[in-house]
């Protein structure tokens, strides 16, 4: 799935959601209806709506041949006890997991770029390096321990700071400043998979998300159900 580029991003009409901070994508996901109702749909009806809601968010950039060849159907889980009370969350609700190992999606994750699609031009502008060596692709799938490092100058959260008649030389020695960008504020937090570190700009991959009791490590505004139904479609319709 890609999305048509003559369709706005964040319509307001449709109401997909985004992987992005714009304050359209916010609104939509205000108002979108957490478990719709699809009791007059069949049951692939119900899959493919599923489908097509949750990849909306998770991967619109991606092309169904490309997200299919990452597709697993056997979904990782730790089987941990916290305090021995919680139930497991369905692990369904880690069906995209293997997408978070994308170079694009660290990016955004890492909160170093307002989009999945400002990210994706990070990368291909050459702006990131792993392990110290440029890689200017977005679809690169990092393994455990890599360190991804994101040029400070392009990072659109970090300012000089700037005062009338300052010397040019002793404001490009300044430290940079985080300058939030309106309507973040919901999404500036770190996956559990990652350990970032904002002084350097880096952030180290630590492992695959996984899914536990009580909590399930990919950030997602959609419910585990509907996870579950695009789960099946996909394990169905498997090539």
Known sequence: MVRNSKIPAYSLRRQMLRMSWNKYNLYNLAQRIRIPNNSNKTLYQQKWAAKKDTRSYHGDQITERQWQSMFKPRLPTANTKVGGVEPHPPVFSLTFAEMERRLDFIVFRSNFAPSIYAARQLVGHGK??????????????????????????????????????????????????????????????????????????????????????????????????????????YARNRR
């Open 128 to 233: 990131v390096t792993v392990n110290g060596k440029a890689m200017p692709y977005p679809s690169h799938r990092v393994t455990d321990g890599d360190i991804i490092h994101v040029d400070p100058k392009s990072i659109s959260t970090l300012k000089k700071p700037t005062a009338e008649g300052e010397n040019p030389e002793s404001v490009s020695k300044t430290p940079m400043e985080f300058t939030p960008k309106p309507f973040s504020q919901p999404f500036l937090f770190v996956p559990d998979y990652l350990e970032v570190n904002y002084n350097t700009c880096s952030t180290c991959f630590l492992r695959s998300p996984i899914s536990r009791p009580g909590k399930t490590e990919i950030p997602s505004p959609f419910p585990p159900q509907m996870h579950a139904l695009a789960y099946e479609f």
